[in-house]
């Protein structure tokens, strides 16, 4: 596969579980394209802007001469659609949607997956999706129809994170892609009562809570040397199925991947400390768990559920945003960039970078790996059949 608008790699990890292998990463962020590099070593990793290359460049990078490519995705940036983003029609962003039709054009791949914010199907009332769609079916491909909004706490994500999958195959084959069918039930439909009991399969596992993801990780609070560093050794046991995979302990059976031989499973990274002054932090105690603090409107994440949507926050060249993260549900602090990575389920030796603002942008911006898996498998699947 390849991936366009790489980031961390959140997409290409998917697929990598799912027993593809990432040919080309291509990335315009600098920090992006050096945590591609460090995670995807076998990977030709592209920094440029997507404006600025072709097809045949990508090919050429990937060295794949005349083999064919399997699958295109991405996640063109989707700021410009977000329904809690600026909605700015004149976003240059929300172009790159039509870059990343481009390429697939160019390189025709089998199929292609689009990944974005639900808020791309009503922007400009409808007619910028359905350009999009008309586009694509214009240029020899068949968008499997309808297209779908896959919630990741439905797919093992303990989130709350609702994303539009757009796929795709050449005209010219008869595979049959299908949408992924939901594989988990989040903790609050789990608890459906007699009205709601018949909506929900309560036969299906459920989906891991906060509790489950994050709290055998370090309470970073603790060690003041996470104010310049953001390693330190784990020194609580993992408390759950989820944690132990996350920490390699043991065997995700859902996964082809396995920890790079050169990870030091003893050492966490990404726990970089974030140093509250009074106010906030008395805010972050005292304010319960589900609810959001005054103010600043920073959601506290509950033990015994799933989190909220994490975000990537806005540059400083969009007015001077910071990185809006979800308060820890017992520490008076905002989470780190490991417990934000663990939320959208990336595995603990999946490094990001050392800094705060960097780190959680990353984290942010991400597919979580195990909804793309889930996509990812069903393309496996059509391939095969």
């Known amino acids: 596969m390849i991936d366009l608008f790489a980031g961390a790699g959140g997409l290409a990890l998917g697929f990598e579980q799912a027993g593809f292998s990432t040919a080309v990463a291509l990335d315009s962020d600098a920090t992006c394209a050096d945590c591609l590099r460090v995670n995807f070593p076998e990977t030709a990793v592209i920094h440029r802007d997507i404006r600025s290359i072709s097809g045949k460049d990508i090919l050429n990078e990937a060295g794949l001469g005349g083999r064919e490519v399997d699958v295109v995705a991405g996640g063109p940036p989707c700021q410009g659609f977000?329904?809690?983003?600026l909605r700015d029609p004149k976003d240059a962003?929300?172009?790159?949607?039509?870059?990343?039709?481009?390429?697939?054009t160019e390189i025709q791949p089998?199929?292609?997956?689009m990944e974005n914010v639900p808020g791309i199907l009503n922007a400009h009332k409808g007619k910028f999706f359905h350009s999009l769609i008309k586009l694509l079916e214009r240029d020899g491909y068949r968008v499997v129809s309808p297209v779908r909004v896959l919630n990741a706490a439905q797919f093992g994500v303990p989130q709350n994170r609702?994303?539009?999958?757009?796929?795709?195959?050449?005209?010219?084959?008869?595979?049959?892609?299908?949408?992924?069918?939901?594989?988990?039930?989040?903790?609050?439909?789990?608890?459906?009562?007699?009205?709601?009991?018949?909506?929900?399969?309560h036969s299906l596992p459920i989906t891991p809570t906060v509790r489950d993801a994050i709290a055998d990780l370090?309470?970073?609070?603790?060690?003041?040397?996470?104010?310049?560093?953001?390693?330190?050794?784990?020194?609580?046991?993992p408390?759950?199925?989820?944690?132990?995979?996350?920490?390699?302990?043991?065997?995700?059976?859902?996964?082809?991947?396995?920890?790079?031989?050169?990870?030091?499973?003893?050492?966490?990274?990404?726990?970089?400390?974030?140093?509250?002054?009074?106010?906030?932090?008395?805010?972050?105690a005292e304010t319960p768990p589900g609810e959001t603090l005054p103010i600043s409107r920073l959601y506290k994440l509950q033990w015994d559920n799933i989190a909220n949507t994490?975000?990537?926050?806005?540059?400083?060249?969009?007015?001077?945003?910071?990185?809006?993260?979800?308060?820890?549900p017992e520490q008076p602090r905002v989470v780190t960039v490991r417990e934000g990575a663990r939320l959208q389920s990336f595995p603990d030796w999946h490094r990001f970078h050392i800094t705060k603002w960097h780190g959680f942008r990353q984290v942010g911006n991400a597919v979580p790996p195990l909804l793309a898996r889930a996509v990812a498998k069903e393309i496996l699947r059509a391939l095969k059949s």
């Open 82 to 85: 977000s329904l809690i983003g």
């Open 93 to 104: 962003r929300s172009g790159l949607v039509f870059e990343f039709h481009r390429l697939v």
């Open 110 to 113: 089998k199929f292609f997956v």
């Open 162 to 201: 609702q994303r539009v999958f757009i796929l795709g195959v050449r005209n010219d084959l008869a595979f049959n892609p299908k949408y992924p069918i939901q594989s988990h039930i989040s903790p609050r439909e789990n608890q459906g009562n007699a009205s709601d009991s018949g909506l929900f399969d």
């Open 218 to 237: 370090p309470r970073v609070d603790d060690y003041e040397e996470l104010i310049v560093s953001d390693e330190i050794p784990y020194d609580i046991e």
């Open 239 to 284: 408390l759950s199925d989820y944690a132990r995979m996350m920490r390699g302990l043991l065997k995700d059976p859902g996964s082809a991947l396995r920890p790079p031989k050169s990870w030091n499973s003893s050492i966490c990274t990404g726990c970089r400390r974030t140093v509250h002054g009074p106010v906030l932090a008395k805010r972050c």
């Open 310 to 328: 994490l975000r990537a926050g806005t540059p400083t060249e969009r007015g001077s945003y910071s990185s809006p993260r979800p308060i820890h």
